[in-house]
């Protein structure tokens, strides 16, 4: 009667612990599928053995149009050299990759910018068998990183910008101030007062767009006045 106890026991005791086991490896498949990151394993000829959830649904298509299909089918053609360069390397040189940037295709053929970090999953002599590819979408991060260069790319331009403004302001300050002295010391019955005339309203004219200038480069406040458009058309044409 001890030993069927005994026995009903370990039965017991075994039940509980594969039970552990299941639902420990249920977590661990969840954990898995549902990754924020893509997850694929691939052979030596860079077949797709396996991948989660989260990839299948990331790149559009089911999980059996990725199983048993090239890596490379996935890629821009013009990086598939690369791509299998790098499955050659890791397989023969043991040398696993992290943080490298990659570009692969959805199925409407979308470009999803991706940081792959990869592991060897080894056998049981202890060479290589797959290697575990971990692929995070950094799509958003790219598109953000190109505002950020734009921005500063505008910003750059805008100080050059006011750097210009600021130096042909100082051109245009000595103009002024000369036609202005000459103005004073000719008649206006003076054949050459026409003319300084005409040096000092395009050297106003000149001011004014160093004002537009140091306005795009942020370095002054704009001023919005109502103008004449007469009045401009006939300093053109005058």
Known sequence: LSTVASSLGVALENARLFEQLRKSEERYMDLFEHSPDMDHSVNRDGIIVSCNQTEAD???????ELVGHSLLAFYLPESH????????????????????????????????????????????????????????????????????FHAQRIDSIGNLAGGIAHDFNNILTSILGSTSIMKRKMRKSNQWFHFADIIETAAKRGAGLTRQLLTFARKSTPQFRPIIVNDIIEETLG
């Open 81 to 148: 050299a690369a791509a299998q360069a790098l499955i050659n390397d890791v397989f023969e040189n043991h040398r696993e990759v992290s943080g490298h940037e990659q570009q692969v295709l959805t199925k409407t053929g979308d470009v999803v910018d991706v940081s792959i970090s990869t592991s060897i999953v080894y056998d049981e002599t202890r060479k290589p068998a797959f290697i575990r590819i971990v692929a995070r979408d950094i799509t958003e991060k790219k598109k953000l990183e190109s505002k950020i």
């Open 58 to 64: 990331r790149l559009g298509y089911r999980k059996d």
